[in-house]
């Protein structure tokens, strides 16, 4: 059973940092692109940033120079560095990973609540 469990998510004070984690379980970690999305109230859900397995990242305009994506692949977690925090960053950030085969579906995590005040 494929498990992914964020963490991380919090209130802080525009300009802060948090560090979001997702811990993975069953299925092979390495050989997946996995990403990063949000969802405000009363938007749709968005892309945050993504890492492949070889471990490229790409990121949202919004987010690029502030949020860094990173795995580890030993640990099976991956990770979401953000910096310079902006009250418009509030959202529930849900980890996902991309599937592979076609017998699967994406697989998401049950979200974390990240707040911003401004």
């Known amino acids: 059973q494929v498990q992914l469990v964020e963490s991380g998510g919090g209130l802080v004070q525009s300009g802060g940092s948090l560090r979001l984690s997702c811990v993975v379980s069953?299925?092979?970690?390495?050989?997946?692109?996995m990403g990063w999305y949000r969802q405000a109230p009363g938007n749709q859900r968005e892309l945050v940033a993504t890492i492949s397995s070889g471990g490229s990242a790409n990121y949202a305009d919004s987010v690029k120079g502030r949020f860094t994506i990173s795995r580890d692949n030993a640990k099976k977690i991956m990770y979401l560095q953000m910096n310079s925090l902006k009250a418009e960053d509030t959202a529930v950030y849900y980890c996902?990973?991309?599937?592979?085969?076609?017998?699967?579906?994406?697989?998401w995590g049950q979200g974390t609540q990240v707040t911003v005040s401004s």
């Open positions: 069953g299925i092979t970690f390495s050989i997946y692109n």
């Open positions: 996902n990973v991309e599937r592979k085969f076609s017998y699967q579906n994406d697989y």
